[in-house]
């Protein structure tokens, strides 16, 4: 099984964005977690991250054909792009949305979610960890 995880604008600033939201957790630290989990479960897995709302669209698009799932965290975009949203429909893959804060009680705007009319499972609040979660969740549907 392969599974392409996608990071959206500023995923790459954790550990030093908003700590007390995000934690102290590094982005190099994350991908190692996810890394391990995978290869213990024997999950291929691939990363992108991006801060351009275009290229992640881009690696939506990109992996068709190449993976049999996407875990996505499309960070501020979750609550603006419907072209994230778009491309996500036009591949038709197995998705989950995660997000590491407990978006449910933030800000009014944060109640928003393009990106979950295309996803099987939305996971927060559960901080990197939602990450293992949602790809567990893929396993366990075999990307069907």
């Not at 992996?63 to 491309?87: C, E, F």
């Not at 928003?112 to 009319?117: D, F, K, P």
Request: charged share 25%.
């Amino acid at each position: 099984m392969k599974i392409l995880v996608i990071n959206g604008p500023n995923l790459n600033m954790l550990g030093i964005r908003e700590p007390n939201l995000y934690g102290r957790e590094t982005y190099e630290t994350l991908l190692e977690k996810i890394k391990n989990h995978c290869e213990k479960s024997g999950v291929e897995v691939s990363f992108y991250q991006s801060n351009h709302e275009g290229d992640l669209v881009d690696a939506i698009q990109g992996a068709l054909g190449k993976v049999d799932g996407i875990v996505i965290n499309p960070g501020a975009y979750t609550h603006t792009s419907i072209a994230i949203l778009d491309a996500a429909k036009a591949v038709s893959l197995p998705m989950v949305e995660v997000h590491i804060s407990d978006v449910s009680k933030r800000e009014d705007f944060r109640q928003i979610s393009y990106i979950r009319a295309a996803c099987r499972k939305s996971i927060a609040g559960h901080g990197t960890d939602g990450y293992l979660e949602a790809i567990d969740f893929l396993r366990g549907e075999k990307c069907e």
